[in-house]
């Protein structure tokens, strides 16, 4: 291809920009929209497909003309602020003074919720660890079973949030209360990976960041808190902004500043119906970059087969723990038959967070990328089953519970006219 004709950078990245957004809005529009899976998930399997394993194995030439490492960097940042955006919301939106008002039931659920598919998780990288190529060169053991483990233990709390908004539960009680379970769960799953990523050589930075970080937090309330409703946005990205490159710079990750820095405020401050929006907007912009970057990680060097075995391993702990943890915590608080795998199928939901959670691993080499892309395998593969195994559950839920309310009122009536 000549000079004059040959595509500049910025040319190439809006070519990949349409292929990014076209491509999965096609499919989803072509297979039944919302009824199967949102949007979100469309583009999360659609950035696997669009990876070197699979496009750029099937189009080598073409992939490597329009995936250049100049365009590829540009797409990485646009995914870097995409998704700090995204966590820093998911922060904002976590409402820990209505978990600490019901911590005895939230505690008991989250708590069961978490630790059971951690153990799962985290028996099945024992497994996967005999064979050689899934412990990155920085990972030690205790750090790579640590990782596998909060991986099954993971619950996407956006994701969840469109899920019950599609399956319309989101406002009903049943809701509000599995969001409260997820909410706790997204406060561990920090907390876990800030000790996963902890370095020894840094820990001076590290120490000093959380030092720091307490009183930066309290003027950062006050100033939010203080400030119009126009400016809390401002204030609240530069605030984010800031937290990431302090986290980033001791050695964590930048997720992690990202995450705290927006749990440190307050919801309230912020209306319900403007952080949707603003989370609608980040999905529907910049997120799918995320999405592509994530299947541009995607290695199949360890052969389809093998990392395909990984990801239905680490399906089956994910699923099994997080329904028996559930389970378990049904019976302790005496649930109605059938709540707690409706609670349980939809509390394992993985996408989004999952995977910036093991983004965060590679990065730091923890994992390998064979590892990452079962991860990703297995964080599409939950999310895509929550939707067809709840939505008759919660059909059959309704039905009992009405000809239990109504056998009640039965019985009630009876009560009194034979009083």
Same mark, same amino acid.
């Given at each position: 291809?000549?000079?004059? !004709?040959?595509?500049? !950078?910025?040319? &190439?990245?809006?070519?990949?920009?349409?292929?990014?957004?076209?491509?999965?809005?096609?499919?989803?529009?072509?297979?039944?929209?919302?009824?199967?899976?949102?949007?979100?998930?469309?583009?999360?399997?659609?950035?696997? &497909?669009?990876?070197?394993?699979?496009?750029?194995?099937?189009?080598?030439?073409?992939? /490597?003309?329009?995936? !250049?490492?100049?365009?590829?960097?540009?797409?990485?940042?646009?995914?870097?602020?995409?998704?700090?955006?995204?966590?820093?919301?998911?922060?904002?939106?976590?409402?820990?003074?209505?978990?600490?008002?019901?911590?005895?039931?939230?505690?008991?659920?989250?708590? &069961?919720?978490?630790?059971?598919?951690?153990?799962?998780?985290?028996?099945?990288?024992?497994?996967?660890?005999?064979?050689?190529?899934?412990?990155?060169?920085?990972?030690?053991?205790?750090?790579?079973?640590?990782?596998?483990?909060?991986?099954?233990?993971?619950?996407?709390?956006?994701?969840?949030?469109?899920?019950?908004?599609?399956?319309?539960?989101?406002?009903?009680?049943?809701?509000?209360?599995?969001?409260?379970?997820?909410?706790?769960?997204?406060?561990?799953i920090w907390g876990v990976l800030a000790l996963i990523l902890?370095?020894?050589?840094?820990?001076? @930075?590290?120490?000093?960041?959380?030092?720091?970080?307490?009183?930066?937090?309290?003027?950062?309330?006050?100033?939010?808190?203080?400030?119009?409703?126009?400016?809390?946005?401002?204030?609240?990205?530069?605030?984010?902004?800031?937290?990431?490159?302090?986290?980033?710079?001791?050695?964590?990750?930048?997720?992690?500043?990202?995450? &705290?820095?927006?749990?440190?405020?307050?919801?309230?401050?912020?209306?319900?119906?403007?952080?949707?929006?603003?989370?609608? !907007?980040?999905?529907?912009?910049?997120?799918?970059?995320?999405?592509?970057? /994530?299947?541009? @990680?995607?290695?199949?060097?360890?052969?389809?087969?093998?990392?395909?075995?990984?990801?239905?391993?680490?399906?089956?702990?994910?699923?099994?723990?997080?329904?028996?943890?559930?389970?378990?915590?049904?019976?302790?608080?005496?649930?109605?038959?059938?709540?707690?795998?409706?609670?349980?199928?939809?509390?394992?939901?993985?996408?989004?967070?999952?995977?910036?959670?093991?983004?965060?691993?590679?990065?730091?080499?923890?994992?390998?990328?064979?590892?990452?892309?079962?991860?990703?395998?297995?964080?599409?593969?939950?999310?895509?089953? /929550?939707?067809?195994?709840?939505?008759?559950?919660?059909?059959?839920?309704?039905?009992?519970?009405?000809?239990?309310?109504?056998?009640?009122?039965?019985? @009630?009536?009876?009560?009194?006219?034979?009083?």
């Open positions: 291809m000549g000079a004059a !004709t040959q595509m500049t !950078t910025s040319e &190439l990245f809006l070519v990949a920009l349409l292929i990014i957004f076209v491509v999965p809005f096609a499919i989803w529009r072509l297979f039944g929209r919302s009824d199967w899976a949102p949007l979100v998930v469309v583009q999360i399997v659609t950035g696997i &497909l669009l990876g070197p394993g699979v496009l750029g194995a099937a189009f080598p030439v073409a992939y /490597t003309a329009i995936f !250049t490492n100049d365009v590829i960097t540009a797409l990485n940042g646009v995914a870097w602020w995409a998704v700090m955006m995204f966590v820093w919301i998911a922060g904002v939106e976590l409402d820990i003074h209505e978990a600490w008002e019901n911590r005895r039931e939230t505690g008991i659920v989250a708590g &069961l919720a978490l630790v059971v598919p951690l153990l799962f998780g985290s028996v099945a990288a024992l497994v996967l660890l005999k064979f050689p190529g899934w412990a990155g060169t920085r990972g030690t053991r205790w750090q790579v079973v640590l990782g596998f483990g909060m991986a099954c233990a993971v619950t996407a709390l956006p994701i969840l949030v469109l899920l019950m908004e599609n399956m319309q539960i989101l406002r009903s009680k049943l809701g509000q209360r599995v969001l409260r379970y997820a909410s706790l769960d997204d406060v561990a902890l370095d020894w050589d840094r820990m001076i @930075r590290q120490v000093g960041f959380f030092v720091c970080f307490i009183p930066a937090a309290v003027i950062a309330r006050r100033g939010v808190a203080s400030a119009s409703e126009a400016d809390r946005w401002l204030y609240g990205l530069i605030w984010l902004v800031g937290c990431g490159l302090a986290s980033d710079w001791a050695g964590l990750h930048f997720m992690v500043g990202a995450f &705290l820095s927006g749990a440190v405020l307050d919801a309230k401050w912020y209306r319900i119906e403007k952080m949707d929006q603003f989370r609608g !907007t980040i999905l529907l912009t910049v997120m799918p970059v995320f999405f592509l970057s /994530t299947g541009l @990680r995607t290695s199949w060097d360890m052969g389809g087969v093998g990392v395909f075995a990984a990801a239905a391993l680490l399906l089956a702990a994910s699923v099994a723990g997080k329904l028996t943890g559930v389970a378990i915590a049904g019976r302790v608080l005496g649930w109605q038959p059938g709540e707690a795998a409706i609670v349980g199928w939809l509390l394992q939901t993985k996408a989004l967070i999952m995977i910036i959670f093991a983004n965060i691993l590679l990065d730091k080499l923890v994992i390998t990328s064979a590892t990452f892309t079962a991860l990703l395998l297995m964080a599409v593969g939950s999310t895509m089953l /929550t939707m067809p195994i709840v939505s008759p559950l919660l059909a059959k839920f309704e039905t009992l519970t009405h000809i239990g309310a109504a056998r009640r009122a039965v019985r @009630r009536r009876r009560k009194v006219v034979n009083g």
